[in-house]
């Protein structure tokens, strides 16, 4: 079955501090991967995709993902948190020749000042 | 930046009453999403619609609720009637059917009491 896994709900790291988000994934085909973040009130942002190419992928806002196929994961990092990444963190798969997303069911990080 | 504007941004109304919500998409997106986020199921896909056809809304409740994409500009998801399980924030998305990159709007926070 085709399933993404964040298997961590909250994280809280201090500012200045490092951070990665765990995604591990179950899927059929050659996945399309994304993280998405969520401000509260807000929408979601996209900050980086992966479809094919370089594994280690940069996004906005100083984010970068690495996509490991032979561990089904897209692990989020960011070598500096600011207390503005506080935030609802999304991983999501898809497929060319699809349309939907499987979303993970979120990562709420916090800050520390 | 270009967005997705949702309407209303907040509804509270009482059980049976017809809700309806309504999306702009970005101009040239040929891909529009419905999904709902509440805290126990996490984010689901209510309906997808590319070129304004409904290609999916099985994630729909069928008989209470509904979607239509009456031109490029304009998205609506109606349920008729509401109930207080529908209560939830809910997301238009556009974008691009071919990038799989969407956009989200800031989402109708819908209160049935």
Same mark, same amino acid.
């Given at each position: 079955?085709?399933? @993404?896994?964040?298997?961590?709900?909250?994280?809280? @790291?201090?500012?200045? %501090?490092? =951070? /990665? =988000?765990?995604?591990? #994934?179950?899927? *059929?085909?050659?996945? #399309?991967?994304?993280?998405?973040?969520?401000?509260? *009130?807000?929408?979601?942002?996209?900050?980086?995709? #992966?479809?094919? *190419?370089?594994?280690?992928?940069?996004?906005?806002?100083?984010? /970068?993902? /690495?996509?490991?196929?032979?561990?089904?994961?897209?692990? =989020?990092?960011?070598?500096?948190?600011?207390?503005?990444? %506080? %935030?609802?963190?999304?991983?999501? @798969?898809? %497929?060319? *020749?699809?349309?939907?997303?499987?979303?993970?069911?979120?990562?709420?990080?916090?800050?520390?000042? | 930046?270009?967005?997705?504007?949702?309407?209303?941004? +907040?509804?509270?109304?009482?059980? $049976?009453?017809?809700? &309806?919500?309504?999306?702009?998409?970005?101009? $040239? +997106?040929?891909?529009?999403?419905?999904?709902?986020? &509440?805290?126990?199921? $996490?984010?689901?896909?209510?309906?997808?619609?590319?070129? !304004?056809?409904?290609?999916?809304?099985?994630?729909?409740?069928?008989? !209470?609720?509904?979607?239509?994409?009456?031109?490029?500009?304009?998205? &609506?998801?109606?349920?008729?009637?509401?109930?207080?399980?529908?209560?939830?924030?809910?997301?238009?998305?556009?974008?691009?059917?071919?990038?799989?990159?969407? &956009?989200? $709007?800031?989402?109708?926070?819908?209160?049935?009491?």
């Amino acid at each position: 079955a085709q399933s @993404v896994t964040q298997p961590d709900i909250h994280i809280t @790291v201090s500012e200045g %501090a490092s =951070l /990665e =988000l765990r995604c591990n #994934y179950s899927y *059929g085909a050659t996945p #399309y991967l994304f993280w998405y973040v969520q401000s509260p *009130g807000q929408g979601l942002q996209l900050l980086l995709k #992966y479809f094919s *190419g370089d594994t280690l992928v940069q996004g906005i806002k100083g984010f /970068e993902a /690495e996509f490991k196929r032979s561990q089904s994961s897209f692990n =989020l990092r960011k070598p500096s948190v600011h207390w503005s990444d %506080a %935030a609802e963190y999304f991983c999501a @798969v898809g %497929a060319q *020749g699809t349309y939907k997303y499987i979303f993970g069911t979120g990562t709420r990080l916090k800050v520390l000042a | 930046d270009a967005r997705v504007t949702q309407t209303p941004r +907040h509804k509270v109304t009482e059980m $049976g009453q017809e809700v &309806t919500m309504r999306c702009q998409p970005i101009l $040239g +997106h040929n891909t529009v999403f419905w999904y709902r986020q &509440t805290m126990m199921q $996490g984010l689901e896909l209510l309906a997808y619609f590319r070129n !304004r056809a409904p290609l999916d809304d099985s994630g729909m409740p069928k008989d !209470r609720f509904s979607a239509e994409m009456p031109d490029a500009t304009l998205a &609506t998801l109606k349920i008729q009637p509401s109930e207080p399980r529908d209560s939830a924030v809910y997301f238009c998305a556009s974008g691009s059917y071919l990038t799989m990159s969407y &956009t989200f $709007g800031s989402g109708t926070r819908l209160t049935v009491v």
